[in-house]
């Protein structure tokens, strides 16, 4: 079937070594990112998801914080094939974006609406997973690769303290992005039987 929001679903893939080769300069990208966060719905309109746009040096410390962050969890062993990893697929990208959840947006609401109180924190969850989708997707069709990382909580002093965030600001996931070094692998599906149920 052609539908052209398909055809960048099926684009979209985790992309693990990214490179810098990318014409679109940092300003349209972060054009594009920040309307689609605002684009993306979320429970009653709170707009609960917070980004943060990291390029060029500010990625680059980004990335190297994880790893000061690994380095004192991870064995010693083990620790450079974990290095590798981080320089090779994402701190050689172009940029990450850090998807936040604002904590005290949850908070009132739940204090707004005490009907709905014990949901907020799900849907602010639900919220910020749609915004990364949406930005994953946006990011494919500008051709660029991605991938969806989660060192949180491990780094979430840092990254807050290094860049000011406000204290009711959550890291949820992080994504590096940039220019495509790789065919991803053939993504297998399981039977629709299994998840659809549809009546006609
Ligand atoms: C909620 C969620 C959490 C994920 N967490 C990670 C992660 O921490 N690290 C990672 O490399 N990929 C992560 N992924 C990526 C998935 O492994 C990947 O999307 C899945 O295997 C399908 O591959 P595709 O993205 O190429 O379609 C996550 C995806 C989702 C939806």
Known sequence: MKNRFLDMMEQRRSIYR?????????????RLIKAVVKQTPSAFNSQSTRV???????????????????AQRVPEKDYPKTEAKIDDSFASGMGTVLFYE??????????????????????SEQASAMAQFAVW????????????????????????????L?????LRAQMPFGGIDHTPHEKTFIDDAQRFKVFL
């Not at 904590?103 to 799900?122: C, G, T």
Request: charged fraction near 20%; glycine fraction near 4%.
């Open 137 to 164: 997707v946006a990011l494919t069709e500008e051709g660029l690769g991605a991938s969806l990382q989660h060192y949180n909580p491990l780094i979430d002093n840092a990254i807050a303290q290094r860049w000011k």
């Open 52 to 70: 943060v746009v990291l390029f060029g040096e500010h990625h680059q410390t980004f990335w190297e914080l994880v790893k000061s962050a690994l």
């Open 18 to 30: 990214l490179n810098r080769n990318v014409t679109t300069p940092p300003e349209t990208l972060t």
């Open 102 to 123: 604002d904590r005290q947006v949850v908070d009132e609401l739940q204090k707004a609406l005490p009907l709905y109180a014990e949901h907020f924190p799900f849907w």
């Open 166 to 170: 406000p204290d009711q600001w959550v």
